[in-house]
């Protein structure tokens, strides 16, 4: 499940940086929050692909 929403967000982020110059640092911010939430899991010894 985590991955599939990196993967939306990595899609959005990609959509946004080309796209959409306003909507972009929203779509980067998003994009960190999930870099993040993966390190967590990895950090806690979770299988961070689940």
């Known amino acids: 499940m985590l991955l599939t929403i990196a993967v939306i967000l990595l899609l959005l982020w ?3 940086f080309i ?12 994009l960190v929050l999930a870099i993040i ?12 692909l689940k």
Request: glycine share 18%.
């Open 14 to 16: 990609l959509v946004g």
């Open 19 to 30: 796209g959409f110059h306003v909507l972009g640092g929203f779509i980067h911010i998003l």
């Open 37 to 48: 939430m993966v390190l967590v899991r990895v950090i806690r010894g979770e299988n961070p």
